[in-house]
């Protein structure tokens, strides 16, 4: 019945997209194993030789069918000065991608003027969040055979980590774990070892706006948990949210430039969050005397990362 109810109404198909095909032979199944998601490194190059086909049938139809989204000669010619085309013999020769086409000058554009909008009509962002993927997470390693490794397969990886971003998506906008939000806007980048990060700008309603430095304390912290009565947490910040080993401790480290950290740690003491004169806060820091034993160095608060939860990197836009 329940299947019967859902071929109702549609039309029936002999043939499936090449993104669909793709898709049905990336799936995981329990009972069908595909050998080509264990083929390590080819696997890679079997991922991105699939991409390239969906993103040239993507370009041939933008080519082929220009008429269908093509702009008037007179936007056609401004745009083409926007581009900085002098030369005569060019105009009217461009091939221009639709906006569906993810990446594309008219997609990122599109999005550019989305995001413009929101700030214009709820205000400037009140946090920025950085979520980053973490290939120990026991979503990615319980579904590793023994011979696989996390690098070598970027299909359970981006599942794993879509799954997690959707699930801090509703603490922030159903839960409300920051209280109510206005708007929100995110985007997802890759590093260079193939490990995905997501980038937040949330702006709060303006019953939620964090007015005062003790409200930014209540979010985020910069300081190493009490191993007591947080053992969890103190040990993952410990494992994941200290910066470096630089300074002093590693002057050739890749963050050090000109002899100082570019990213100014070791941050100083401070007793009191507040305000920075460069638009920065400068999170609360105390000296509590308490130093852990971190890369075979004894480290403080000072190279700790403003944190509100053990894989999550905050800071207030002020």
Request: aromatic content about 10%.
């Amino acid at each position: 019945m329940e299947t019967q109810n859902l071929e109702q109404g549609k039309r029936k198909r002999d043939v499936v997209s090449v993104r669909e095909y793709y898709c049905y032979k990336l799936q995981m199944r329990n009972d069908d194993e595909d050998e080509i998601l264990h083929t390590r490194r080819l696997f890679q190059q079997y991922s991105v030789d699939e991409y390239i086909k969906l993103e040239t049938q993507s370009l041939d139809f933008g080519s082929f069918n220009q008429d269908l989204f093509r702009m008037s000669v007179l936007q056609g010619l401004l745009y083409v000065l926007r581009l900085g085309e002098r030369d005569a013999s060019n105009v009217g020769k461009q091939t221009f991608l639709p906006n569906s086409f993810i990446g594309g000058p008219r997609d990122m554009r599109q999005h550019y003027m989305d995001v413009i909008a929101l700030v214009q009509h709820f205000g400037k962002p009140d946090l920025f969040i950085t979520m980053t993927c973490n290939s120990s997470w026991m979503e990615i390693e319980e579904h590793l055979s023994s011979s696989d490794e996390a690098q070598n397969r970027p299909d359970l990886i981006s599942r794993a980590f879509r799954a997690k971003i959707e699930e801090l998506k509703t603490d922030i906008l159903k839960r409300n774990i920051f209280g109510k939000v206005a708007a929100f806007m995110y985007t997802v980048e890759f590093q260079k070892r193939g490990l995905p990060h997501a980038h937040f700008l949330i702006i709060l309603s303006n019953e939620q706006k964090l007015l005062t430095t003790e409200a930014y304390d209540d979010i985020i912290r910069a300081e190493l948990p009490d191993s007591n009565r947080e053992p969890n947490l103190h040990k993952l910040v410990l494992k994941h949210m200290m910066h470096g080993l630089c300074g002093s401790l590693n002057p050739i480290n890749c963050c050090m430039k000109k002899g100082c950290c570019k990213f100014k740690y070791p941050q100083k003491f401070v007793d009191q969050t507040s305000k920075g004169n460069d638009l920065y806060p400068i999170y609360r820091r105390r000296n509590t005397g308490e130093v852990v034993h971190v890369r075979g160095k004894d480290l403080y608060n000072l190279g700790l990362f403003h944190t509100i939860h053990i894989y999550l990197a905050n800071t207030i836009v002020t």
